[in-house]
């Protein structure tokens, strides 16, 4: 019997209407959800790994992803799902299996906020 996997976007799904935007590192701007998971997840130095990464797509999708215990993968891929960078083997004590957070030019939000900004 196959493992239900958790998806924080699951959790994290009710940031449906414009919030305000919240300075963050290297020139960028995050959303109160993004906020708000790297508060409660302490997922910061995820964020900034995404925030650094100069391939500079309109979109991207970054997909931080469990593949055992506590090591995770991060995966950056562009609007056509090709993808661009995989980071293996980051060491993270993160409840959920999963998490995907978009990068649009210089902000930064979850798939629901994509929209609204």
């Known amino acids: 019997m196959a493992k239900i996997r958790s998806s924080a976007n699951e959790l994290y799904d009710f940031y449906k209407y414009p919030q305000k935007l919240i300075k963050y590192k290297y020139g960028f701007k995050i959303t109160e959800g993004i906020n708000e998971i790297g508060n409660d997840e302490n997922i910061f130095s ?10 500079n797509f309109e979109v991207e999708i970054w997909e931080f992803k469990r593949d055992r215990g506590n090591l995770f993968s991060l995966t950056g891929k562009d609007k056509f799902r090709t993808e661009f960078i995989q980071i293996p083997d980051l060491e993270f004590d993160f409840y959920f299996d999963d998490l995907i957070i978009l990068k649009k030019g210089k902000l930064v939000c979850l798939p629901i906020e994509e929209n609204l900004y």
């Not at 995820?46 to 100069?54: A, G, P, T, Y």
């Open 46 to 55: 995820i964020l900034d790994i995404i925030c650094r990464h100069k391939k």
